[in-house]
């Protein structure tokens, strides 16, 4: 798979790893600092279980709401988070999905946070069930073969 | 309507066989034959993800000539690339405010 189109992030903060994963799965601190620089918080809601959905509305600087959601597919504190993220398109509607994957690793009183963010591949064909296609070439060559 | 467009193209990059094939493209244009040779396909199943990258803007295909030729639209990469370089701003950014946050909430005993 070819990862030029994955976004990595990696960032140290001078603070304990539970307290920086608890800024990602607590609704009323993430409130807080979610959110580009000169954005306001509309809302913030967080069910920080497997399968839990959550959802960040923004005001940008222009007044423009941005709205962005997902679910959580992996919760293991205070160690890795993984959500799927997509921006609204309408209240009703979200956009292309991606998935992004957070490791904490606890470098003796701070911490390192690695944000990896897969855009190009959806999480439809990272791991669907449903379509066996679009995952390899591989997996396609057979699909062609046999499902067809 | 952009946002629309983004998945369209996304949706279209999604898949490994139409990822070689605009990589084969940005080499030059090609027939759907001279395109289907690498691939363990026939071609009605190259010319199915040729459609779909033609709907996505990714590539373009000759009107004139009986063959079609194929070639990269780059004009729809390039906004997918800004999309990525967009989440990259949105989450540099929004560290930055974790990294005050955390500071914050570290100086004061009780975290409001």
Redesign the interface.
């Given at each position: 798979m070819s990862d030029e189109r994955v976004l990595v992030i990696t960032r140290v903060f001078d603070a304990p790893r539970d307290l920086v994963f608890a800024a990602w799965t607590d609704e009323r601190s993430a409130a807080q600092w979610w959110g580009p620089k000169g954005f306001t918080s509309v809302s913030c809601t967080i069910d920080a279980r497997v399968g839990g959905a959550w959802r960040r509305v923004m005001r940008a600087p222009d007044g423009a709401m941005l709205g962005a959601r997902g679910l959580y597919r992996e919760i293991i504190p205070p160690e890795r988070l993984v959500f799927t993220y997509a921006w609204e398109k309408n209240p009703r509607h979200a956009g292309h999905e991606t998935l992004v994957t957070l490791t904490f690793a606890d470098l003796g009183g701070k911490t390192e946070l690695t944000l990896r963010q897969e855009v190009f591949e959806t999480v439809a064909a990272r791991d669907d069930h449903r379509n066996g296609w679009s995952g390899s070439l591989e997996r396609f060559a057979e699909y062609l073969t046999h499902g067809t | 309507m952009l946002?629309?467009s983004?998945?369209a193209t996304?949706?279209a990059?999604?898949?490994?066989?139409r990822?070689?094939i605009l990589a084969r493209l940005s080499v030059g244009e090609a027939s759907v034959t001279e395109l289907a040779g690498p691939?363990?396909?026939?071609l009605p199943?190259v010319s199915k993800h040729l459609k779909v990258l033609e709907r996505a803007g990714l590539i373009a295909r000759g009107r004139s000539a009986q063959w079609r030729p194929c070639r990269l639209a780059p004009e729809a990469l390039k906004e997918?690339t800004e999309?990525?370089d967009a989440?990259?701003?949105?989450?540099?950014?929004?560290?930055?405010?974790?990294?005050?946050?955390?500071?914050r909430?570290?100086s004061q005993d009780k975290?409001r």
């Open positions: - | 946002a629309d983004l998945s996304f949706s990059l999604a898949d490994p066989t990822r070689a691939f363990p396909m026939s199943a997918a999309w990525l989440y990259r701003r949105f989450w540099d950014e929004s560290l930055d405010n974790l990294a005050d946050y955390l500071k909430l570290q975290p």
